[in-house]
């Protein structure tokens, strides 16, 4: 698979998503993406964005400032 951007070649690796939720800022670090080897843009895997999702919800919903989270197996 080549790059959208460069053309590089993409690998799986982990990436860290950060996301500012109004309230607060959620960083998950090991979430399993796409990575490319030449300019380093990444894609979270589809099966991943899901747990991304499920839990910003959850420290939106609770209100936190800071939540740091790893993701399940990283």
């Known amino acids: 698979m080549k790059c959208a951007f460069c053309g590089g070649t993409i690998d799986s690796g982990l990436t860290t998503v950060s996301v500012d939720t109004g309230s607060g800022v959620v960083v998950i670090r090991g979430v399993p993406a ?6 380093g843009e990444e894609w979270i895997l589809d099966k991943s964005a899901a747990e991304v999702e499920r839990i910003v919800r959850r420290a939106s919903k609770e209100r936190m400032q800071v939540e740091v989270v790893a993701m399940a197996g990283a």
């Not at 796409?34 to 300019?39: A, F, G, L, P, T």
């Open 34 to 39: 796409r990575v490319c080897s030449q300019c």
